[in-house]
């Protein structure tokens, strides 16, 4: 079984880190065409490029696979470029009706961990708005000209208990709009808290609220879990994830983090996941504070894939179900129940709404 992709997302992220060319890649079974394709399959082609060219290297791949990177930045920046326009007049709306937002992943990432918005793929915008104030937004939303994309089962009251999210549109600009970081019985995160510590951020000379470090990790380690356990993991995920430790691990206090982690029970996947993303990146060096914070023995289970982050069973995907099962802080009946309660929910919101 290939392991290949492991190699190469290491390589990524010394790349990112800008280290030296000859240094990252030594020692690591170093294919250039292979990490091109590497790249434009898990949404990394800007940043392989930007950390080519911060160091003059671009000459290291191969014409054609440059040109392919190349052309996907292209599309990727006018994507990019309707995205922040949408973000602009988002928050006009917002301001304008006196309603309060979180910037989520997307543009704020791509800033903050490879220096540019247009660096990190992201295909929607993602805000996260207080949980009570979820219809008086979709009703602004609606008279602002976005339609909901996503589906309802029964009724849309029931099916939002049951989600963290809706998706909008409006013409090519896509939203996804978030009133919890994530809908797990077993979560106790403290809402009051998460918008207590949230933080300013300037993104395209405005002042963006986001959230503050820890409820940020968080966040990514709970969409990294949804993901995995529906056995569509990404990649470029695990790269966000690990650099987010690496840029706090100086500052956050990891036993403090931990323990509020326990508090809310999102312990296990806490650990879970960033022992995950630092063992597959081999990133304990630039993290040796959470590397010393972490338990002996993190994992659920070992990484046996055939495939970038599928793990073994992997009939139907059951691999990854059983492995992000044990990841939730509850029993495994607790989980098997919720699962298959909210099931048909979940894949009605995936489920484009029918236009009368």
């Known amino acids: 079984m290939s392991t290949a ?21 030594a020692g690591r079974g170093f294919s250039p065409k292979r990490l091109a394709g590497f790249a434009a399959s898990h949404g990394l082609s800007t940043v392989l490029l930007d950390a080519l060219e911060r160091t003059d290297r671009r000459e290291l791949l191969p014409p054609e696979q440059r040109q392919l990177l190349e052309d996907r ?87 939002c208990f049951f989600v963290h999210g809706f998706d909008f549109d409006r013409g090519s600009a896509k939203l996804d ?28 000379g405005r002042e963006y609220e986001v959230l503050g470090d820890e409820h940020e990790l968080v966040f990514a380690v709970l969409s990294l879990l ?14 966000d994830l690990t650099l987010l430790a690496i840029a706090v691990d100086a500052e956050i206090g990891w036993q403090s983090f931990f323990e509020h982690r326990r508090r809310e ?12 993303c630092l063992e597959l990146t081999d990133a304990r060096p630039y993290a040796p ?29 059951s691999g990854n179900k059983l492995w992000s099962a044990r990841a939730h802080d509850c029993s495994w009946p607790a ?3 919720w699962w298959a309660t909210s099931l048909p929910f979940r894949i009605a919101t995936h489920r484009p709404r029918q236009r009368g």
């Not at 295909?123 to 219809?135: K, M, V």
């Not at 979560?187 to 395209?204: H, M, S, V």
């Not at 504070?289 to 599928?310: D, K, N, V």
């Open 5 to 25: 992709w492991i190699d190469d997302l290491r390589l990524m992220l010394r790349l990112v880190r800008r280290e030296p060319v000859s240094s990252a890649t």
């Open 226 to 239: 949804r993901d995995l356990e529906r056995g569509s993991g990404k990649l470029k995920n695990v790269l």
């Open 177 to 204: 709009l978030h009133w919890r970081l994530s809908r797990h019985p077993s979560l106790r995160i403290d809402e009051a808290e998460l918008w207590q510590q949230r933080q300013g951020f300037t993104l395209a």
């Open 289 to 317: 504070h959470l590397a010393a914070a972490l338990p002996e023995r993190s994992l659920p289970g070992p990484l046996t894939s055939a495939r970038p982050l599928q793990f073994a069973p992997a009939w139907q995907g």
């Open 73 to 159: 930045r292209q599309a990727r920046t006018a994507r990019t470029a309707v995205l922040l326009e949408c973000l602009a007049e988002l928050d006009d709306l917002f301001r304008a009706n006196g309603q309060q937002f979180l910037l989520l992943k997307g543009p704020y990432l791509a800033v903050r961990l490879y220096g540019h918005a247009q660096a990190r793929e992201y295909a929607d915008l993602d805000l996260l708005i207080p949980g009570n104030d979820r219809t008086a937004v979709f009703a602004m939303l609606r008279s602002a000209g976005f339609r909901e994309r996503s589906g309802v089962l029964i009724s849309q009251a029931l099916t």
């Open 265 to 276: 029970r999102s312990y296990r996947a806490s650990t879970a996941l960033l022992d995950l």
């Open 335 to 337: 989980w098997l129940a």
